[in-house]
């Protein structure tokens, strides 16, 4: 049965009315039809989308203009549909632009811009509105006013999705309480089972931007949510649009840059077009692209005088008509040049000859010509290259093994030599033709003399050939002539990535940094312990990329099941498609066990009260799809993140293995503990005397802090100056009995105001108590002590920080 391709055609004029049907279509009708691909699938997920998409626009709305967010969102369940309100502090849109923001998808100011930012292609909020009139049919309100303007700018529109662009149903002024900032109201249908997913997205994102105030109600809740900023938080640092790094930018991509281009010179065009890249990294960039494109040449070992190649006689011979002492000095002067050099390439020989007939010729008196300079070279090279079988004979032997026996090595280096004489001209070779002349020279030594020549062997001969071939000073081709051949640029690309380039410059970016990740996580999680790690810049795809990680473990934290998995990407919480991102393949790629977190079979999330945070911040994040919910499964990006969370892993197993080992102490401490009574008891029913102190023995045995109190009363005759009892003399003794110096900080609450402090202890009154704070510090098998006066019917309580309480004996 033929194929409906087959018979189009057949009837007369199917062509022309096929022709007919096709039409442009606009992006807001794709997104129409298509809505699953933002994010929009469902009401519950669409909400939550709409608030992202909300949220991050007055994220970066604010950032932008220095101020400090302030964000409230609420949602509210109106019977048919859910409102959702966004309010902002930032600095507000123009009346001209509202429209477009709103009701135009692909419409924004960052697409090109190579610099971190949350919202990239215009799509997001756009996005929302159209979800909100595809399922309420009801068009998206608009509140925006600038800074100083007697009132605010209010829309009601639609985007006409037929041609993207939006279509305003009312506008007008209003007053609102906001000094400045941007407001949008959304009805669409939607449901709360996700509520869940919209409280982590609000707390997570307050924990990855911990220099904001978020505020956030949903029907369920009486009173708003208020997610606090971290104390003295700064805005995140000002970014800088750079230009694309060398080592990320892909062919069609580095096509496209040719033909764009001002330059005229690939120099000029690598130094004007990408980041870190100077002249003396263009000059790189070039012999290596020399390499590829014309090949090195290869330098062959100058003739020494027991030797018996004779150049000096081949340029005599060569050189006519410039009489006999200008020949032979001529002759005499390139050959001792030659000579003087450990190897000699072609265009080297040209150089040297081309100089010797300039310094000859003024000498006597002669011009040496092109076309001698020309037979000269001819002949000495003719010399240089008369037996290049005994000098690849040495490169060949030092580079195989010593099993090769000689007959083997003499036999590849002669195949080879013969190879390099039907070669290209010069003795030019790109390093694919050398491997092809060592291959073909090796498979014949193989056939025809029994040998075996591996390809480790193989390798090896290219390596040391290469390392006496010399890059050509030929010109490279213009941009032009580049721009129109893909496989010079290709050449090009390659010579690009091999050169040995800079990281990009990272203020291009706006880390979170390892304090604030911590932080973020110490204002949203209690936990026992925390760490965080932020990696140097990257580089992918041209654009450069900094991953963070932070641990939260122990605490309040959820002790069953797996740990909780926060994901972000510039600061944004990534909610959906955990399965699919590469930051959860990572992580469970780990082995936690190594780190002494339960992880049942080896692999996946490991168990226990922990939180891992991942944070990848880049100028064009790759995500697996327009939705923005997962990061692709670049292995740069992957690199980096494991490197990211093994950094702040490393500090959470150090700190449990701590705490395994003061568990361990604190166990036997308290062994020692119960039997040191029933000891002295014991002992003073045998001796008959009184229970021996047993206190400064338990810190000893464990070889703890002791921080013990003595008090003594004052006697009569030891009164103050004036009369005034002393009361009594209060001693805290503390001793080291570990093997490490020790800073303990001690407070000492007493119930009256002590006099006369010793050792540089302050006091302070806090509502009838008086602190009383030392910091001393004292060596292994050293004591401090501190002294005071109080009076006679004052109470006492010590608090000893900085050391660990399986390390620290208190005897009060």
């Not at 069609?252 to 130094?271: E, I």
């Not at 701590?658 to 040191?676: F, P, W, Y």
Request: aromatic fraction near 6%; include cysteine.
């Amino acid at each position: 049965m033929p194929s409906i391709q087959s018979t189009l055609g057949e009837e007369e004029g199917i062509a022309e009315e096929l022709a007919q049907s096709q039409r442009q279509i606009s992006i807001a009708e794709f997104f129409e039809k298509n809505k699953h691909m933002l994010g929009f699938d469902s009401g519950a997920r669409g909400l939550v989308t709409a608030v992202k998409e909300a949220v991050d626009n007055a994220l970066d709305a604010t950032e932008e203009a220095d101020i400090l967010p302030d964000i409230y969102v609420e949602i509210d369940d109106t019977g048919d549909y859910y409102t959702l309100i966004v309010e902002d502090n930032g600095p507000g849109i123009t009346k001209e632009q509202v429209p477009k923001v709103f009701g135009k998808l692909l419409y924004g100011s960052r697409f090109h811009s190579r610099e971190q930012s949350r919202g990239q292609q215009g799509i997001g909020i756009s996005a929302a509105v159209l979800y909100s009139q595809l399922t309420s049919g009801k068009p998206a309100k608009i509140t925006s006013r600038t800074k100083g303007s007697a009132e605010a700018e209010y829309f009601e529109l639609v985007i006409d999705t037929d041609e993207n662009e939006p279509e305003i149903r009312k506008e007008g002024t209003t007053s609102w309480d906001r000094t400045h900032g941007t407001r949008i109201e959304l009805e669409m249908e939607a449901n709360m089972r996700a509520r869940s997913q919209l409280i982590r997205y609000m707390k997570h994102t307050a924990v990855v931007n911990p220099h904001a105030r978020l505020t956030f109600k949903e029907p369920s809740m009486d009173e708003a949510h208020q997610f606090e900023r971290v104390e003295d938080a700064d805005l995140p640092a000002k970014t800088e649009e750079i230009r694309p790094h060398p080592h990320g930018v892909e062919l069609g991509t580095l096509l496209k840059m040719l033909a764009g281009t001002d330059s005229h010179s690939v120099s000029g065009f690598v130094q004007s077009e990408f980041t870190r890249v100077g002249k003396k990294t263009a000059d790189s960039i070039l012999d290596n692209f020399r390499d590829r494109h014309f090949g090195r040449e290869m330098a062959w070992r100058a003739p020494q005088p027991h030797d018996d190649a004779d150049v000096a006689r081949a340029v005599q011979q060569a050189v006519a008509n410039k009489g006999a002492d200008a020949t032979n000095a001529f002759a005499d002067e390139v050959t001792r040049k030659v000579e003087a050099r450990d190897r000699v390439a072609h265009h080297e020989l040209v150089e040297i000859v081309a100089e010797v007939a300039d310094e000859v010729g003024d000498d006597h008196g002669v011009t040496f010509g092109s076309t001698v300079q020309e037979n000269a070279v001819e002949a000495g090279w003719g010399e240089l290259t008369a037996d290049r079988t005994a000098d690849l004979y040495q490169l060949v032997d030092k580079a195989t093994s010593t099993r090769k026996d000689d007959e083997t090595v003499h036999g590849l280096a002669e195949r080879l030599a013969k190879r390099f004489e039907k070669g290209r001209e010069r003795d030019r070779a790109t390093r694919k033709e050398l491997r092809e002349y060592i291959d073909r020279a090796a498979d014949q030594t193989e056939e025809y003399d029994d040998a075996t020549i591996g390809d480790t062997a193989r390798e090896n001969v290219v390596t040391e050939l290469r390392s006496v071939m010399v890059t050509v000073p030929d010109d490279v081709p213009k941009v032009r002539d580049l721009a129109d051949d893909r496989d010079a640029t290709s050449e090009l690309l390659e010579a690009m990535r091999e050169t040995d380039i800079i990281s990009p410059p990272t203020n291009c970016l706006s880390p979170i940094t390892a304090d604030l990740v911590e932080a973020g996580l110490r204002k949203e999680y209690d936990a026992d312990f925390y760490a965080a790690s932020s990696r140097d810049a990257d580089v992918h795809g041209g654009d450069p990329f900094v991953v963070e990680a932070g641990i939260a473990y122990g605490g309040d934290l959820e002790a069953e099941g797996s740990a909780e998995l926060l994901r972000f990407a510039n600061r944004v919480p990534l909610v959906y498609q955990r399965g699919a991102c590469a930051t959860t393949d990572v992580v469970k790629s780990i082995g936690w066990r190594n780190y002494n977190l339960d992880q049942p079979g080896g692999s996946g999330i490991p168990n226990g009260p922990a939180v891992i945070m991942v944070h990848v911040a880049s100028t064009n994040v790759p995500f697996t799809s327009e939705s923005k919910d997962a990061v692709a499964n670049v292995p740069e990006i992957e690199d980096e993140i494991e490197l990211a969370i093994r950094e702040a892993a490393r500090e959470l197993k150090s700190y449990l293995n701590k705490r395994k080992s003061l568990q361990k102490r604190k166990k036997k401490q308290n062994v020692i503990a119960s039997i040191l009574p029933q000891m002295a008891e014991k002992l003073a029913d045998v001796t008959g005397k009184d229970e021996p102190q047993y206190g400064d023995a338990l810190a000893r045995i464990m070889n703890n802090v002791l921080v013990e109190r003595e008090v003594e009363s004052v006697a009569p005759e030891e009164q103050r100056e004036g009369g005034e009892a002393a009361g009594r003399k209060v001693r805290l003794v503390v001793e080291n009995h570990t093997n490490t110096n020790e800073s303990p900080d001690i407070t000492d609450i007493v119930s009256a105001e002590p006099t006369n402090l010793s050792n540089g202890a302050t006091a302070v009154d806090m509502d009838g108590e008086w602190f009383i704070k030392w910091s001393p510090t004292v060596e292994s098998g050293d004591e401090a002590v501190l002294e005071y006066d109080i009076a006679e019917d004052a109470s006492f309580d010590v608090s000893v920080e900085g050391i660990e309480d399986p390390k620290l004996t208190v005897n009060q």
